[in-house]
């Protein structure tokens, strides 16, 4: 069984400041997603890693993916309230199933 | 254009009651996935389609859960004999397919079972 763990569990921070929150796993990952869900609604989706070692930056938001596939970050500068959210990783297993595994998430807190 | 809708989008039942729990995709998306997810936790798979077919069906918890899908768009979670233990937001998300794999959720059921 494939799981993923994300640390912090939780992370309350004040405006401006710099996070970087972390999904890990001991299973290799074909792609790996991140994903920001706000309270009653479903997950949206900031951005899909593919290759081992790929970076991606979203504005202030910037994606790493493990050059083994199993682990990947996400880095937030200069936080603003906006960004307050459940950030959820979800990988694709191995052999390009569509049984996504997803983590339990890190409930961020940006205080004005 | 209109994202992934849910219906309904609270439900209350009794323990033993039978559900159905609706989900429209984006038009156009062929692939549809089934999510469960408690509080505190993610999502937790259930099921995907590829068209009408349930390609993998390996997250359904037990026998009282069924989706069907039998148009290729509109899905439906049917849960017989509910439990308490299956209160959770049922989430639906659909995607274009492969390579994509980008997932568009809806809002979500919300099911308590008394």
């Known amino acids: 069984t494939q799981l993923l763990e994300q640390s912090p569990q939780f992370l309350s921070i004040q405006e401006g400041e710099n996070l970087t929150v972390y999904c890990n796993s001991s299973?290799?990952?074909?792609?790996l997603q991140w994903y920001r869900q706000e309270p009653g609604e479903g997950p949206v989706l900031l951005v899909t890693v593919v290759t081992g070692g790929e970076v991606k930056k979203l504005k202030r938001l910037t994606f790493q993916f493990g050059d083994a596939r199993k682990d990947s970050s996400l880095h937030i500068t200069a936080a603003q309230t906006g960004d307050t959210g459940l950030y959820l990783c979800a990988g694709a297993p191995d052999n390009y199933g569509q049984n996504f595994v997803f983590g339990p998430g890190t409930r961020l807190s940006v205080l004005p | 254009g209109a994202g992934v809708s849910q219906t309904p989008s609270n439900k209350v039942t009794e323990k033993g009651k039978y559900v159905e729990l609706r989900c429209d995709p984006i038009s156009g998306h062929t692939a549809l996935y089934w999510y469960r997810q408690s509080l505190g936790q993610g999502p937790e798979f259930l099921i995907y389609f590829q068209g009408t077919g349930a390609a993998d069906d390996s997250g359904l918890p037990n026998d009282r859960f069924f989706a069907v899908r039998p148009e290729g768009s509109v899905s439906t979670l049917k849960i017989q004999r509910t439990e308490r233990g299956d209160s959770a937001v049922y989430l639906c998300?659909?995607?274009?397919?492969?390579?994509?794999?980008?997932?568009?959720f809806g809002p979500g059921t919300r099911l308590t079972v008394l």
């Open positions: 998300a659909s995607s274009r397919g492969l390579p994509y794999n980008e997932q568009f």
């Open positions: 299973s290799v990952f074909s792609s």
